[in-house]
Structure formats: structure tokens, C-alpha cells
């Protein structure tokens, strides 16, 4: 069964301290990994594609990898403002997407 | 920036009465497709349209639920005879030719069935 999983459901970070997201993925000939972010109330926003295992993407305080059972999502020296909740999904055809439960992000001042 | 436009943000409907979700796509894209989300579960996919015809759909897409693409820039989602189980946000989202951008995703019709 095609399946996405993200850890830890939730985590709370003071600012400036990095840490890291977890996705592992079952789906069936993936042809791409998916991460978006998403605020109360909101549609999912788009963050970044990744196509094969060992590819990395970054934009300011986030970096995505991806292996071929897992992708991170890496965030460094958070601020307040990237608290949401952080959305994976992986696709084998492009027409469906298959979601994780997210990982709600919290980060203090 | 571009986006996709939802209408209504929130409805609400009595069980048994049929409801149209709206959606306005970025004008250039090609794929569209609807996904819902029960509150606190997962985002997941209904249906994918391309071409003026559905492409994929899930199981929970059945005879109770249509789309339509009825002129060059409305996308709708008609469900029949509304069930308690269907209230859930409803997302809208659409994609250019690339996928190196993924979907993008309107805000959402928080749907509401009593």
C-alpha cells in the first residue's frame, strides 16, 4: 500500500535551534517527493520537488534531502515566522499525491 | 503572484442537499484536481482532470461526486445528496505542463454538513 509517514507529529524548537523533519515513504515507483508548508486555515504552499536519492534543494532557513526510503527536511537557526505545519508527500504519477499527517512546528522566540 | 481562488471559504448544507464547490485555476495550467481534508487527518487526493475528462480518482470519489470544467476558467466539484462524512475542508489545485512546482493549492471551502 502506498504510504507517507512523517515524525515527530509535533516539535517545539526555541529559536535558533536547527533540527530536522522526517518522511519515509512506501510508494510505488516514486517519481517525486513533495514538501510543502501549511498555516492554520490555509492551503498547502509549496516548498520543493525532489526527483531522485540524493538530491538536495534548498531556499533560506530549509533544505530538503532525499534518500530512497526517506526525505528530511531540514531547518536552520528557525524564526518564529517558520512555525506551520510541514507537509510530505510523494507521487508515482504526477495525477495523485500521497500526504503525511504533517509535522506541526512550533518555534519560540 | 498567481493563485487559485476558492469560493465559498466555508459552507454549510443540511444532509441530503447537493453542493458545488467552486474553483478558479492559474489561468495557464493544465492539470487540475481536487483533494479534502477531514479535520486532523491526512490531506487526501479525490480527483485529477486534464483535457476535459477525469484522469484519475480515488475511491471516495463515487457516483455521489462530478466535476466539471464548464468554460475556460471555472473548476467545480458537485456533491449530490451530502453526507454527514463529507464535511472537510476542500481543496482545489492546479499545475502547469512541469511538475517542478508541484500543485498549487487554493485556501480552501471548509464544508459543513448538519
Known amino acids: 500500500e502506498d504510504q507517507v509517514t512523517q515524525s515527530p507529529e509535533a516539535l517545539r524548537l526555541q529559536e535558533g535551534e536547527s533540527s530536522s523533519l522526517n518522511c519515509s515513504y512506501t510508494?510505488?515507483?516514486?517519481?517525486?517527493l513533495f514538501w510543502y508548508r501549511q498555516d492554520p486555515g490555509k492551503g498547502p504552499e509549496f516548498l520543493f520537488t525532489l526527483y531522485s536519492a540524493g538530491e538536495e534543494k534548498e531556499k533560506e532557513r530549509l533544505k530538503a534531502t532525499l534518500t530512497k526510503k526517506e526525505s528530511f527536511l531540514h531547518i536552520t537557526a528557525p524564526k518564529p515566522e517558520d512555525s506551520a505545519t510541514y507537509l510530505c508527500a510523494g507521487s508515482g504519477n504526477f495525477n495523485k499525491f500521497y500526504f503525511g499527517s504533517g509535522t506541526k512546528l512550533n518555534v519560540k522566540p | 503572484e498567481p493563485e487559485v481562488t476558492q469560493t465559498p471559504s466555508h459552507q454549510v448544507t443540511q444532509m441530503g442537499q447537493e453542493v458545488i464547490l467552486r474553483c478558479v485555476p492559474i489561468?495557464?495550467?493544465?492539470?487540475f484536481y481536487w483533494y479534502r481534508q477531514i479535520l486532523g487527518q491526512k490531506v487526501e487526493f479525490l480527483v485529477s482532470?486534464?483535457?476535459?475528462?477525469?484522469?484519475?480518482k480515488s475511491e471516495i470519489f463515487d457516483d455521489q461526486f462530478s466535476v466539471e470544467r464548464p468554460d475556460g476558467s471555472n473548476f467545480t466539484l458537485k456533491i449530490r445528496s451530502t453526507k454527514l462524512e463529507d464535511s472537510a475542508m476542500y481543496f482545489c489545485?492546479?499545475?502547469?505542463?512541469?511538475?517542478?512546482?508541484?500543485?498549487?493549492f487554493g485556501s480552501g471551502t471548509r464544508l459543513t454538513v448538519v
Open positions: 510508494v510505488s515507483g516514486l517519481r517525486g
Open positions: 489545485a492546479s499545475r502547469a505542463g512541469s511538475i517542478n512546482y508541484g500543485y498549487t
Open positions: 482532470f486534464y483535457n476535459n475528462e477525469i484522469s484519475e
Open positions: 489561468s495557464n495550467h493544465l492539470y
